[in-house]
């Protein structure tokens, strides 16, 4: 199982034949064997997902938040009950608001879709974990 570590570039696309084909670019650094990735196989790639900060429920779980009318006024994001009453304490692992993102995030089953070895650069389709210039390491 080979690892190779190196940088997200960006999202575009690229052309096969006649079909248009959406890729995230990854420039691979200078130590590790290239010649383990062939074009079409497909890979896990690791990576520390984007940060969100503090965000809400409604980012943070995809709650549905309230209704917009019957008299709500400033509850349209709230997260509505959090449990009844005879518990009288909050049970633990509620989902509630909090800090979002930031963490290590494995993305399996992604395809290689064209490998440039002069500039070390490989195309990978779907959606590659990290912000742009993040660290990705891509797992065969």
């Given at each position: 199982m080979a690892r190779l570590t190196?940088?997200?570039?960006k999202?575009?696309?690229?052309?096969?034949?006649?079909v248009v084909i959406p890729v995230t670019l990854v420039k691979l650094d200078?130590?590790?064997?290239?010649?383990?990735?062939?074009?079409n196989s497909m890979v896990a790639v690791t990576g520390v997902t984007?940060?969100?900060?503090?965000?809400?429920v409604v980012k943070r779980h995809n709650f549905g938040g309230g209704p917009k009318t019957h008299g709500q006024k400033n509850r349209l994001r709230a997260p509505g009950s959090i449990g009844n009453?005879?518990?009288q304490r909050v049970i633990?692992?509620?989902?509630m608001a909090g800090h979002m993102g930031v963490i290590r995030k494995t993305v399996k089953g992604?395809?290689?879709?064209?490998?440039?070895a002069e500039t070390r650069e490989v195309s990978i389709r779907g959606a590659v974990p990290g912000p742009r210039k993040g660290?990705?390491?891509?797992?065969s």
């Open positions: 190196g940088k997200k570039l999202m575009t696309q690229i052309w096969k034949g006649d200078e130590a590790g064997d290239i010649s383990t990735l062939v074009e984007k940060g969100h900060g503090f965000a809400g009453t005879a518990a633990p692992g509620l989902r992604l395809k290689v879709v064209a490998i440039n660290s990705v390491e891509i797992s």
